[in-house]
């Protein structure tokens, strides 16, 4: 049985300083998978005391290809994020979080053809709305290019003042 050890890092970013948490594994790029990228208030996110309460190992270079990935994609210098992701949360959750990870950069999705893409109608969308706002992965799955059938601003853990900014930085039509 492999045992991963669980290392933390912040990050500073626009949105604030960003809490990466991954699990050390041989197979990942730069050698982390990640586990979980939350931004300061997030509804649900790990924090800071979470990450040192745990017994977590702080160490900022076991991140630096995945730091460096979202320098770029802050300063607008890529449209893609390519991180290894430690695998987690219910098959249902998986599967909605792929149809999030296939939405292209400076696009936007309504809740509604979210849930039609995995064969999901009526009350399943709201299912869909529940497993996006339970991502653990903020910017890097993309879950702020989901928005309101209406084009409307709609849940982000984040905040909306965030959802809206990224949607801004990757010039994707929202209201």
């Given at each position: 049985?492999?045992?991963?050890?669980?290392v933390w890092a912040t990050a500073g970013s626009p949105?604030?300083?960003l809490l990466l948490v991954g699990e050390e594994s041989a197979e990942a790029r730069g050698g982390v998978a990640l586990v979980s990228l939350?931004?300061?208030g997030q509804k649900g996110g790990v924090?800071?005391?979470?990450?040192?309460?745990?017994?977590?190992?702080?160490?900022?270079a076991a991140f630096a290809w995945i730091t460096e990935q979202l320098r770029a994609y802050f300063a607008g210098e890529s449209t893609r994020i390519e991180?290894?992701?430690a695998r987690g949360g219910t098959d249902f959750q998986q599967r909605v979080w792929a149809e999030l990870d296939s939405l292209p950069y400076g696009s936007t999705v309504s809740y509604g053809e979210l849930a039609g893409r995995i064969g999901l109608s009526g009350a399943g969308v709201r299912a869909v709305?529940?497993?996006i706002g339970r991502n653990p992965l903020l910017v890097v799955r993309p879950c702020h290019r989901v928005i309101g059938a209406d084009g409307a601003?709609?849940?982000y853990a984040g905040g909306l003042e965030r959802k809206q900014w990224l949607l801004g930085l990757e010039g994707a039509p929202a209201s």
């Open positions: 049985m492999t045992v991963c050890a669980t949105l604030g300083e939350s931004v300061p924090t800071v005391e979470d990450a040192a309460g745990a017994g977590w190992r702080r160490d900022p991180i290894d992701y709305g529940t497993a601003l709609r849940g």
